[in-house]
């Protein structure tokens, strides 16, 4: 069964202090990586779709990157607004299947 | 452009009755999938509706079940709750379906004692 692995689970960082996210998959022949933001009490926010390896994409101080079994969100110089759960999921079978977070919290 | 509204917010059931859930997706979108958020599973896919027929379907028992309308408003059902169907339950939609961007509702929070 396709597996989807976030580490680590939780991240504490100052703000300013770069850093990344590890997202692994098992499913070979994927069709899309997806990264999600998610913050307390509200449904996920689409950030980034990534389909092959060497993609990578940018928005403001993340960067998501893609290799063949793995995906890494990288956070440069973070904000405290930048504190949320980061959700990876793929969805080679048509059913989304999601790791289990990364719960980032920056301190000013 | 209004979000993905899912009703009711918040319900209390107690085991053994059931619920159903609302979804309406943004305009256009014909694409709805469920997801259930639990602190212990994580997100786990329910089912994705596409123009009224389901197209794939998670690891969940029969008593979980849903449709979708023909202006793409989707509910769910829960029979003989169980105190482990206590969730927060997701909605998505999207234009294509779940292999693109997905916009998500703020979620039903449903308790079961």
């Known amino acids: 069964e396709d597996q989807v692995t976030q580490s680590p689970e939780a991240l504490r960082l100052q703000e300013g202090e770069s850093s990344s996210l590890n997202c692994s998959y098992t499913?070979?022949?994927?069709?899309?990586l997806f990264w999600y933001r998610q913050d307390p009490g509200k449904g996920p926010e689409f950030l980034f779709t990534?389909?092959?390896a060497g993609e990578e994409k940018e928005k403001e101080r993340l960067k998501a990157t893609l290799t063949k079994k793995e995906s890494f969100l990288h956070i440069t110089a973070p904000k405290p607004e930048d504190s949320a759960t980061y959700l990876c999921?793929?969805?080679?079978?048509?059913?989304?299947?999601f790791g289990q977070g990364t719960t980032l919290q920056v301190k000013p | 452009k209004a979000g993905v509204t899912q009703t009711p917010r918040y319900l209390i059931k107690t085991r053994g009755q059931q619920v159903t859930l609302s979804c309406s997706p943004i305009?256009?979108?014909?694409?709805v999938s469920w997801y259930q958020q639990t602190p212990g599973q994580g997100l786990q896919f329910l089912f994705e509706?596409?123009?009224?027929?389901?197209?794939n379907k998670g690891n969940f028992p029969g008593r979980f079940s849903g449709r979708q309308f023909s202006n793409s408003r989707s509910e769910m059902n829960v029979s003989t709750l169980e105190l482990g169907d206590s969730a927060l339950y997701l909605c998505?939609?999207?234009?294509?379906?779940?292999?693109?961007?997905?916009?998500f509702g703020e979620g039903s929070r449903l308790t079961v004692l």
């Open positions: 509706y596409f123009s009224e027929t389901q197209r």
């Open positions: 998505a939609s999207s234009p294509l379906g779940v292999t693109g961007e997905l916009f």
């Open positions: 499913v070979s022949g994927l069709r899309g």
């Open positions: 305009s256009g979108h014909r694409s």
């Open positions: 999921a793929e969805s080679n079978t048509g059913k989304l299947i």
């Open positions: 990534l389909y092959s």
